[in-house]
C-alpha cells in the first residue's frame, strides 16, 4: 500500500496528492508516468508525475475527477492509502539545450508542463510558457510555471484572466511575430495539442506533444495504448508518451479515446448512486 502523505485542492474537480513512493521518487525523470489502482479490483489508471521530492520519498500526482475510478481517488485524504503504484513508466521527455523552448500546458495539462519546464531551464534554453484553462477558477501552479519560465502567458476562454482565447493565439502571435521558436511542447487536452501541431506545422517548428489514450497494462503487451504515428502503430506506454506532433493521426487517437464512453457514463452512474445511497443511510442512522 502506497500512504498519501498529502493533499491539495488546486482548482474545482483537481487535487494534488503527495504519495509515499520512495523507489519511485529517486528514478522518475520529467515525462514519465504512474499507472494507480484504487484497490486490488480497481481499474488502472494513467497519470504523469507531476513532481517528485527524493528527500521526502514523494511523487507528486494531479487527479482531475471525471470519471468513477478518478472521482473515487478525488475523495480521498492524508493519511490514506493507494493499492497499487507503479512506476516510472514510458520514456523520458528528451530534454538537451535546443535554444528557444516553448512549453504550452492547457487545464489538466499544466501539471506535466512543469517538471519539463524546469529541466529545460535548467540546461540553459530560454523558456517560455504558455498556460490556459477556460476561465481563472482553473488556473493553477502559475507561480510554480513562473518561476521556471523567462517568459509566462496565460489565457482564459473567456477572459476572466490574462489573453481571452486559447494558448495557439499566443503561439501564432510569437510566429506571426517572426520569434525565433526551435522547440515547442504541449501538453492537455487532445483538441488543444492537434490545434498546436496544426499551428507549427506549415512553418516547420520541431513539436512535441505527450499523448495519454487508454493504457492498461503499462508494459506494451496489452496493446490498449496503441496510437498511429506516422503511419506505423506505436505503444504510448513505452513507445511514448511524448511523439512528434505532425505525425500523429489526431483523428484515430480522437476515436479511441471516445470508445468506451458509454461504459465509463453507466459505471460513473452507478457509483454516483452509491455514494448518495451510503449518505442517506449515514444520516438516517444519525438521526436515530
Not at 197 to 202: G, L
Request: with cysteine; hydrophobic share 40%; proline share 5%.
Amino acid at each position: 500500500m502506497y500512504k498519501i502523505l498529502a493533499d491539495q485542492d488546486l482548482a474545482p474537480g483537481l487535487r494534488l496528492f503527495r504519495v509515499y513512493a520512495p523507489h519511485i521518487a529517486q528514478r522518475a525523470k520529467p515525462g514519465q508516468f504512474v499507472i494507480v489502482r484504487m484497490d486490488e479490483q480497481g481499474e488502472r489508471i494513467p497519470l504523469t508525475i507531476a513532481d517528485q521530492d527524493v528527500q521526502e520519498g514523494s511523487v507528486s500526482i494531479i487527479v482531475q475527477g471525471v470519471g468513477k475510478t478518478t472521482r473515487q481517488l478525488g475523495a480521498l485524504h492524508a493519511g490514506d492509502s493507494i493499492a497499487t503504484f507503479t512506476g516510472p513508466l514510458g520514456r523520458p521527455t528528451e530534454i538537451e539545450h535546443w535554444g528557444v523552448v516553448v512549453c504550452m500546458g492547457g487545464g489538466f495539462g499544466v501539471a506535466p508542463v512543469f517538471q519539463v519546464a524546469r529541466a529545460m531551464k535548467k540546461v540553459g534554453n530560454h523558456v517560455v510558457t504558455i498556460m490556459g484553462a477556460r476561465n481563472v477558477q482553473l488556473l493553477f501552479w502559475e507561480d510554480r510555471l513562473g518561476s521556471v519560465s523567462d517568459e509566462l502567458y496565460i489565457t482564459t476562454d473567456d477572459g476572466t484572466k490574462g489573453k481571452k482565447g486559447f494558448v495557439t493565439d499566443v503561439l501564432k502571435d510569437f510566429i506571426d511575430g517572426e520569434r525565433k521558436i526551435d522547440l515547442v511542447f504541449a501538453v492537455g487536452p487532445v483538441p488543444m495539442m492537434r490545434a498546436v501541431a496544426r499551428t507549427t506545422e506549415p512553418y516547420g517548428i520541431r513539436t512535441v506533444v505527450s499523448l495519454n489514450p487508454i493504457m492498461v497494462d503499462g508494459t506494451g503487451l496489452c496493446g490498449a495504448c496503441r496510437v498511429s504515428i506516422g503511419g506505423q502503430t506505436k505503444f504510448a506506454c513505452v513507445d511514448g508518451p511524448d511523439f512528434d506532433a505532425h505525425q500523429v493521426d489526431w483523428s484515430l487517437l480522437m476515436n479511441r479515446l471516445s470508445q468506451y464512453l458509454p461504459e465509463e457514463r453507466v459505471s460513473l452512474e452507478r457509483y454516483e448512486q452509491e455514494y448518495r445511497c451510503q449518505m442517506e443511510k449515514a444520516k438516517s442512522e444519525i438521526r436515530l
